[in-house]
């Protein structure tokens, strides 16, 4: 089911959306996959802790965030990825790692990477690991009025020896 909260927000500020269901998947890629969504649309959400604070960052897939240089853009001493037991709590109409990139609604600062403003849609987990939404990139910019930032980093590969 959609995150509550989210679903009343869009309606409210007469956002058109779609929701797509999908199979029970966990990750953001099997995400992207299982919504036939190009990885560098689907939006995963990370939450950080920036210099003892909670923040979103929001950025591909198949992407992950580069801490030292949001730390340095954020004049931050220091910026380390959250631990779920740690956030859990702050999204309750969440399951725990499908939180929307919607800080406003969890009074949360929102950082995106600037590549996520290249395609005029976005697709996000909606609150559970069965429901995306895919909706204009602009409405998304307009609602969440993230940072926009460049601190991704493209996943290493493990290479098998």
């Avoid at 649309?41 to 979103?56: C, H, Q, S, Y």
């Avoid at 990139?137 to 969440?144: A, G, H, N, P, T």
Wanted: glycine share 4%; hydrophobic share 50%.
């Amino acid at each position: 089911m959609l995150a509550t909260r989210l679903k009343e927000f869009l309606r409210k500020n007469n956002v058109n959306f779609e929701t797509i269901v999908h199979p029970n998947v966990y990750t953001a890629q099997g995400v992207a996959a299982a919504t036939h969504t190009p990885g560098k649309e689907f939006a995963k959400t990370v939450i950080l802790n920036v210099d003892g604070a909670f923040a979103m960052a929001v950025l591909p897939a198949a992407d992950v965030v580069d801490l030292a240089l949001l730390e340095k853009d954020l004049g931050a001493a220091k910026v380390r990825m959250a631990d779920e037991g740690e956030f859990a709590s702050l999204f309750p109409d969440c399951e725990v790692g499908a939180m929307p990139p919607f800080g406003p609604l969890y009074n949360l600062p929102v950082y995106a990477d600037e590549t996520l403003a290249e395609d005029d849609w976005i697709v996000f987990n909606a609150g559970s690991h069965r429901e995306a939404i895919r909706m204009a990139f602009q409405d998304f910019k307009r609602l969440v009025d993230p940072k926009l930032m460049k601190f991704r980093a493209p996943r290493r590969k493990v290479h098998a020896a």
